[in-house]
């Protein structure tokens, strides 16, 4: 069964450094992979999407991810956090359900930001 | 072009009364789905519509839920007999129809967040 993994509950940073937010998937095919970004109070928000191709994918608000099948990861990125950044991020897995994914979803990393 | 249309946002039921959300899709979208998050938790998905059909229901809990998306007007989500356990954030999400599986992308409602008392 599809399954994904952040292993990270809750992670701080100050706004302008750097940031890797960490996800591990398991998918028997090549995976679908996703990260939404969810606001308080909000629905979620699509980042950016793997399906083929150039393992590094970019994104909107200058977020990228990698793809690496080795190690089975799809890792999320950004050079310097701004403040607007806090949030709540979930990677997802698609799963193939007659034409449309199922999305499959790690618990989530919830970002603080310190000014 | 309006976004996914979720309502109520937010909905309060005592325990024993129904429970009903309404999803509104984007324009031009044929697949709704339904997901559920739990505090502190991520969304888990509940079930798949097209237009007068569940595909997959696979997430649904066997009783007191259902959900339907008729030909005209929006996905409903009912809940039966809520009960405290049923306190959670619901979205929809839609996609379009496209033979490309890649380009079914789902876009979020801002979910209705169901109180049990």
């Known amino acids: 069964a599809q399954s994904v993994t952040q292993p990270d509950i809750h992670i701080t940073v100050s706004e302008g450094a750097s940031l890797e937010l960490r996800c591990n998937y398991s998918?028997?095919?090549?995976?679908?992979l996703f990260w939404y970004v969810q606001s308080p109070g909000q629905g979620l928000q699509l980042l950016l999407k793997?399906?083929?191709?150039?393992?590094l994918v970019q994104g909107i608000k200058g977020f990228e991810a990698e793809f690496k099948r080795s190690q089975s990861s799809f890792n999320l990125r950004k050079p310097s956090v701004h403040w607007s950044d806090a949030a709540e991020y979930f990677c997802?897995?698609?799963?193939?359900?007659?034409?449309?994914?199922?999305?499959?979803f790690g618990q989530g990393t919830r970002l603080t930001i310190n000014p | 072009n309006a976004g996914v249309m979720q309502n109520p946002r937010h909905l309060v039921r005592r325990r024993g009364q129904e429970a009903r959300l309404r999803c509104s899709p984007m324009?031009?979208?044929?697949?709704v789905y339904w997901y559920r998050q739990l505090p502190e938790e991520g969304l888990k998905f509940m079930v798949y519509?097209?237009?007068?059909?569940?595909?997959?229901e696979s997430g649904m809990p066997k009783e007191r839920f259902s959900a339907e998306f008729p030909k005209e007007g929006p996905s409903i989500l009912r809940i039966q007999q809520v009960v405290r356990g049923d306190s959670a954030a619901y979205f929809c999400?839609?996609?379009?129809?496209?033979?490309?599986?890649?380009?079914?992308?789902?876009?979020f409602g801002a979910g209705t967040r169901l109180s049990v008392l």
């Open positions: 999400a839609s996609s379009p129809r496209d033979r490309l599986v890649a380009k079914n992308i789902q876009y």
């Open positions: 998918y028997g095919a090549t995976p679908y």
């Open positions: 793997y399906f083929s191709g150039d393992t």
């Open positions: 997802a897995v698609g799963a193939l359900i007659q034409g449309a994914q199922k999305l499959v």
């Open positions: 324009k031009g979208h044929s697949h």
């Open positions: 519509l097209q237009k007068e059909n569940i595909i997959d």
